[in-house]
């Protein structure tokens, strides 16, 4: 779950957290609850999409109109799988109970 700006300074905060994730476990989809990102910069779509890189398949929810917005004017959308609701993109991700935090 995603909340605040997500600018530069959230961009690095995430992309270390994505690394260390990543190094503690077999992470292949991320689902990502982006109902509280209150600012998206260029910088944020940028640690998006390297995250999306570095995944199987990852899928954004909750997207507030601005967030969304900016995706579109970034020419981004297509890189994510968006969902309205967490539950259903766990499910489209065929996430299993047990993978579920």
């Given at each position: 779950?995603?909340?605040g700006r997500f600018?530069?300074?959230g961009a690095e905060v995430?992309?270390?957290q994505i690394e260390d994730l990543l190094q503690q476990t077999d992470m292949s989809r991320l689902v990502?609850?982006?109902q509280n990102v209150t600012e998206l910069s260029m910088a944020g779509v940028k640690a998006l999409l390297?995250?999306?890189?570095?995944t199987y398949s990852m899928a954004l929810t909750q997207?507030?109109?601005h967030v969304h917005r900016v995706l579109e004017l970034a020419v981004t959308?297509?890189?994510f799988a968006i969902y309205d609701d967490v539950d259903i993109?766990?499910?489209a991700l065929n996430v299993s109970n047990n993978e579920r935090h």
């Open positions: 779950s995603l909340g600018d530069a300074y995430f992309e270390s990502l609850s982006m390297e995250a999306r890189m570095q997207l507030p109109s959308t297509d890189f993109a766990l499910d």
